[in-house]
């Protein structure tokens, strides 16, 4: 026997293998999907239906419509889907008890709210998709506000593309005005709550729009879920006589529908907000006064407040711009830096 035939008996049989081909499943029968909240590889999604692309926009002025649970497809690889996404979803999408439906697809984010994990971190961590509006909820007392972390998140409101909104809550117990003078050169609109006063003039601000609430624990925003929503039975905690801050008791982002129109999405407590991935640029770009007058800054001008040659000092000069606006302006860079 020759050596070829000896060591041929020793081959492994070769697998047949189907050919592979470059056309991929189109899923034209997909209905479309907003992700209302995820657990543990499981993401809730709300569908309409008369199910389209404007999902998000358009739900809250419909009254029908089901839960669907849905679980992310193999194809979509390490592709992240986060709370607020539009997606498309194949397979038993009928929301039945123990049906599990699949997300092949994420459609394209209007906008997109994310932070880092600190100012040294450059990895983004989204957080929601496609909402229009941040309400920053801040209790004008116990606790007592902490302008810094408002002026991340408004950074942060900036750079999403997202329109913020001011919510005082405990107006009964302090003076909002002082902290509203700080934000008014910023043109940043705000409402003024207490709590178990009328919430009319916050639901019209959340009105047909997708908002997402944000601020440190302690503030009052599950109180004020629980009174927009009616049955959301968001856990509510008390504020630390010692510390002065709130306990977390929202652990987990979600979006829940408003009564009439409008979707508002509750998230957990934050106390520090990274803006590593927020650049001058992008920030300043936020406010066309301003913008507009950046253009002959030298090249590499961060805008601050030391800045040699900045154009915005010589716009204030000019009496161009309101020098309140350039420094409100300012503090912003200075908190995205990680400077008080």
Known sequence: MSRYDEEAKYDRPKRRTRPRTKDRPTYDDAVIGFVITRDRGRYTTWLEDNTADNAADDAADVDEGRIVTAMKARQLGRKGVIVGDLVKLDGDASGADGTLARIVEVLPRKTLLRRSADDDDPVERPLVANADQLVIVVAVANPEPRTRLIDRFLVAAYDAGMRPLLCLTKTDLA???????????????????????????????????????VGHSGVGKSTLVNGLVPGADRAIGVVNDVTGRGRHTSTNTVVLRLPGAGWIVDTPGIRSFGLAHVEPDQLINAFGDLADEVADCPRGCTHGSNEPGCALDDAVAAGRIDAERVNSFRRLLASREGRD
């Open 175 to 213: 003076d909002p005005e002082p902290l509203l003078s700080t934000y008014r050169p910023l043109g940043v609109e705000s409402v003024a709550t207490h709590q178990g006063g009328d919430l009319t003039e916050l639901l019209e601000q959340l009105r047909g729009r997708t908002s997402v609430l």
